[in-house]
């Protein structure tokens, strides 16, 4: 059974830097890319960062650009999202996922979520 377990989330002022792990298992995701979303209360879900399997390209959303970072370790088969300069406006349930059908345009594999609260 393929799991992806997030970790790392809390409670941070803004301005506070915090940083995201995802730990897969059941299978390894060094092939696949991965990447984080986030949902508010009241929002949709929305994209934040992916990475591709080597780990040499990366891509962000407008909003976090400059200030988070996606990375990977194959060996661990985990994905990290450094999150620095953190804003209210951040606060968020993220979702780790992998595996993304670039045809179909849809992630495989979900964790369920890791709460990220800033205040301000």
């Known amino acids: 059974q393929v799991q992806l377990v997030e970790s790392g989330g809390g409670l941070v002022q803004a301005g506070g830097s915090l940083r995201l792990s995802c730990a897969a298992s059941?299978?390894?995701?060094?092939?696949?890319?991965m990447g984080w979303f986030r949902q508010a209360p009241g929002k949709e879900r929305e994209f934040v960062a992916a990475?591709?399997?080597?780990?040499?390209?990366?891509y962000y959303s407008d909003s976090v650009k400059g200030r988070f970072t996606i990375s990977r370790d194959n060996a661990k088969n985990t994905v990290y999202l450094q999150m620095n300069s953190l804003k209210p406006e951040d606060t968020a349930i993220y979702y780790c996922?992998?595996?993304?059908?670039?045809?179909?345009?849809?992630?495989?594999?979900w964790g369920q979520g890791t709460q990220v609260t800033v205040s301000s």
């Open positions: 996922t992998a595996d993304l059908s670039v045809v179909a345009g849809t992630w495989a594999y």
């Open positions: 059941g299978r390894t995701f060094s092939s696949d890319a």
């Open positions: 990475i591709k399997p080597s780990g040499s390209i990366a």
